[in-house]
């Protein structure tokens, strides 16, 4: 399509831009939200959200429909670019998680088939011990973690309570 043209920016004393862009014929359409724009161009670009519905958060040209890009956050030696908080209240096996659905049959019905979480260990208040787990889901099964790795350093693959350094079930 052509170039996109301005339908609208919508700006706060150069501060914060909202800006819809279309090329008129649907091939290039995007809204995105910036800082320090006057127009169409300029400032900085902070997400965008293409009429494909993909999302870029840092970048103008998200290739897929979330790219984060950006530079790492740093503490300690864990460097960072998305960081995911679960609120309820603090237990035994709370924390966030990832989980990958793919379609399961020709009607094209969504299931979770894998995941990934993170997890308090305990239910110690005060206490920062946690866990990984990866889990996958068996033909009429549920869900089940299939590798955890403690804050002890203990693996575990077919079990969620590893007793040695490496534990295999």
């Known amino acids: 399509g052509a170039a996109p043209t301005t339908n ?3 700006n706060s004393t150069n501060i914060l831009a909202l ?6 014929d649907g091939t290039a359409s995007y809204f995105s939200v910036g800082t320090n724009r006057t127009s169409a161009s300029g400032g900085t670009e902070l997400i965008r959200i293409q009429e494909d519905g993909n999302v870029g958060i840092g970048t103008a040209s998200p290739g897929q429909k ?3 890009q950006g530079t790492a956050g740093v503490n300690n030696d864990r460097r960072t670019l998305v960081d995911l908080y679960d609120d309820t209240a603090f237990g035994a096996g709370v924390g966030p998680g990832i989980t990958f659905f793919a379609k399961h049959n020709s009607g094209g ?3 979770n088939m894998a995941y ?3 997890y308090k260990e305990n239910a110690t208040d005060g206490n920062t011990s ?3 787990a990866l889990g996958t889901r068996a033909n009429g099964g549920n869900p089940t973690d299939r590798l955890t790795i403690l804050s002890s350093g203990n693996v575990g693959i077919g079990t969620t309570s590893p007793g040695a350094v490496l534990d295999v079930v």
């Open 8 to 10: 609208g920016v919508l």
């Open 19 to 24: 800006n819809i862009a279309s090329d008129n």
């Open 66 to 68: 979330l790219v984060v």
């Open 109 to 111: 019905s969504f299931d």
């Open 116 to 118: 990934i979480k993170g």
């Open 130 to 132: 946690g866990a990984l």
